[in-house]
T-cell receptor
Framework: TQLLEQSPQFLSIQEGENLTVYCNSS?????LQWYRQEPGEGPVLLVT?????EVKKLKRLTFQFGDARKDSSLHITAAQPGDTGLYLC???????????FGPGTRLSVLP | DSGVTQTPKHLITATGQRVTLRCSPR?????VYWYQQSLDQGLQFLIQ???????AKGNILERFSAQQFPDLHSELNLSSLELGDSALYFC?????????????FGPGTRLTVL
């Protein structure tokens, strides 16, 4: 089973700061998804990346897929309290059976 | 609101009991996924159904079973419950079966086993 690692585990920053969180695997990803989950709710998809080296932007969020497709990063510019939540990366394992989620980065943006 | 509904929202039961969790997917979605989320294990994929057929199986215990009905709603049955089964159970749906499809998650059922 493909395992996903995410770092940091926790991040607490002030409003207006920039931050980057990471998702890594020892195996190549076929594709990778980033989700955000707020307390008491289900995860919500932010982006899907498929091609090595791909960069996608969603307002203040920038997602990058590593050239070797074994890592990904999420950069948030000028963080706002509304960005607070659990950021999860996810993929389907190489056998195409198991959906695998990383342990998540819990982000807290203080006003 | 994702369009996925789950009932009940909360469930409290005792060890050894059996419960059924229900999920209605978004209109038009053929795939339904079940996940378990606990503090120590994170979000764990249990099983996927596509148009009534089992499509993929994850870390689902033998005490757990699921099915998808002709109207595409799904039920997750948990039996011989143990304290460790206490968790949030999420259902998600997507239009197709591909891993590229966006999964839309429901609000979850919080199960507490006493």
């Amino acid at each position: 089973t493909q395992l996903l690692e995410q770092s940091p585990q926790f991040l607490s920053i002030q409003e207006g700061e920039n931050l980057t969180v990471y998702c890594n695997s020892s195996s190549v990803f076929s594709s990778l998804q980033w989700y955000r989950q707020e307390p008491g709710e289900g995860p919500v998809l932010l982006v899907t990346v498929v091609t090595g080296g791909e960069v996608k932007k969603l307002k203040r969020l920038t997602f990058q897929f590593g050239d070797a497709r074994k890592d990904s990063s999420l950069h948030i510019t000028a963080a706002q309290p509304g960005d607070t939540g659990l950021y999860l990366c996810a993929t389907r394992d190489n056998y195409g059976q198991n959906f695998v989620f990383g342990p998540g980065t819990r982000l807290s943006v203080l006003p | 609101d994702s369009g996925v509904t789950q009932t009940p929202k909360h469930l409290i039961t005792a060890t050894g009991q059996r419960v059924t969790l229900r999920c209605s997917p978004r209109s038009g979605d053929l795939s339904v996924y079940w996940y378990q989320q606990s503090l120590d294990q994170g979000l764990q994929f249990l099983i996927q159904y596509y148009n009534g057929e089992e499509r993929a199986k994850g870390n689902i215990l033998e005490r757990f079973s699921a099915q998808q009905f002709p109207d595409l709603h799904s039920e997750l049955n948990l039996s011989s419950l143990e304290l460790g089964d206490s968790a949030l159970y999420f259902c998600a749906s997507s239009p197709g079966a591909s891993s590229y499809n966006e999964q839309f998650f429901g609000p979850g059922t919080r199960l507490t086993v006493l």
